[in-house]
């Protein structure tokens, strides 16, 4: 198993990466056009190209903006109606998996920016029942996420004749590199399948329950050929366009809308991930029981490249989290109505070979693992940090706890009488 010389990376990474010959990743080569970018050019470029959908005659929005109340949602809506001025319909796919301060985030998204919003939940029996699905056939407790969340946004678009969806960064960009900025990938079909789910399409799903038939799995159902061609609805990026700086930008968003942020069980990175109980929870320890990384090693490559912290500092930040079982898995067991020893029978067959070994008893180790990886020598590779930048927490409205059950629908204001803050 190789790991990035720079951003520890390891090279069995579920999006594809690739190692040049001095052992750096492709999403560090790919970061390094940041630094060698004309961003204000790309940004007007942007704007120019916003500006062909404003006011189209006859629509009342511009654009759809795919949104959970995350900080990076709050910049992407602050940049698109304030700054570009155009009139976006924000769009919530239901994850089911609510936290309460996640809640109150998305009401001050819809609140603070004043925007239109659509929501769309598909029923929990359902939802439950694909989860059973996709955890046996693809190791997967969070496909409904991926693929409602990728795909609530284009239905909206298509039905509204809204010809432009406008996403904030992907992964195979910001964190893999699988892409040039250059190259300004758009949001398709294909990108869609490929990317953000992995290779699996509701299609996949149909015939593996009585209980999951075709109309339900309308919500995962993308658009056909047909009507895309049709709407012809196109989706950007906006961090094909800006220099994409997630901790920096939510900063500004708890300054200027006072987003609200929360610590987590399995990294330190208290911005990203705190609407949803699991996605850096129970659908990370997944991912961590499948290949052997997780989140953390994510937001440590990010922070190595953005030379906010050293590779000693950012293994040590790993070691920390990345082996740590998360208290929310009880909800997620018993929201799900299995057993934990369950849970493991349907993960254990996805467990990636080139990182766990099993022993004679049968119990899982890691082999050729980040964590045994030391001492760091100084290297050409090595960025340097200039730029060291911890993430903060803001004071919560009320306390959240990571064994609290799921929101399925919240309260949606924020005044001191919510929340029991006081009694009202
Ligand atoms: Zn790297």
Redesign the pocket.
């Known amino acids: 198993m190789k790991y990035?010389e720079?951003?520890?990376?390891p090279e069995n990474h579920a999006l594809n990466i690739i190692f040049d010959k001095s052992g750096?990743?492709s999403?560090?080569r790919v970061h390094e056009e940041k630094y060698t970018s004309n961003w204000e050019k790309k940004e007007s470029e942007l704007g120019d190209l916003l500006s062909q959908y404003k006011g189209r005659p006859g629509s009342h929005y511009d654009c759809v903006i795919p949104v959970s109340g995350t900080g990076d949602d709050f910049f992407v809506v602050d940049l698109v109606k304030n700054k570009f001025g155009l009139n976006p319909l924000l769009a919530t796919y239901n994850t089911h998996f609510n936290t309460k301060v996640g809640i109150r985030n998305l009401a001050r998204l819809i609140s603070k920016l004043d925007c239109d919003h659509l929501n769309s939940t598909v029923g929990p029996e359902t939802i439950k029942e694909i989860t059973k699905i996709t955890l046996r056939k693809f190791g997967d407790m969070y496909w409904h996420v991926l693929a409602g969340s990728q795909t609530f946004p284009v239905q909206v678009a298509t039905k509204l004749d809204i010809p432009l969806i406008v996403w904030g960064v992907n992964g195979w960009l910001d964190q893999v590199g699988m892409f040039s900025h250059h190259d300004r990938v758009e949001m398709t079909k294909k990108v869609r399948k490929e990317h953000a789910m992995r290779g699996f399409d509701a299609e996949a799903l149909i015939g593996e329950s009585e209980k999951v038939t075709k109309k339900d799995l309308q919500a995962f159902t993308y658009p056909s050929d047909a009507q895309l061609e049709t709407s012809r609805v196109r989706g950007l990026y906006v961090g094909n366009y800006i220099f994409w700086d997630s901790q920096k930008q939510i900063e500004n968003m708890i300054e200027k809308f006072g987003y609200e942020t929360n610590a987590q069980e399995r990294t330190y990175n208290s911005y990203e991930s705190i609407h949803c109980f699991n996605n850096a929870s129970v659908h990370d320890y997944v991912k961590y029981l499948k290949f052997g990384y997780g989140k953390v090693c994510d937001h440590v490559?990010r922070d190595i490249?953005l030379k906010r912290r050293t590779k000693e500092q950012g293994h040590a930040l790993i070691k920390k989290y990345l082996t740590v079982k998360p208290k929310a898995l009880a909800t997620f067991l018993d929201w799900l109505g299995i057993s934990e020893t369950e849970f493991f029978a349907l993960v254990n067959p996805h467990r990636d070979q080139a990182v766990w070994g099993q022993d004679d008893q049968g119990n899982w180790y890691l082999k050729n693992s980040i964590l045994d990886i030391q001492p760091f020598s100084e290297s050409e590779n090595d960025l340097g940090v200039t730029d060291p930048r911890e993430y903060k927490i803001t004071p919560l409205l009320e306390i959240e706890r990571p064994t609290d059950e799921y929101i399925l629908m919240g309260r949606t204001y924020m005044d001191e009488r919510n929340f029991k803050a006081v009694e009202g």
């Open positions: 990035c720079r951003c520890l990376y750096v990743c999403g560090c490559a490249r």
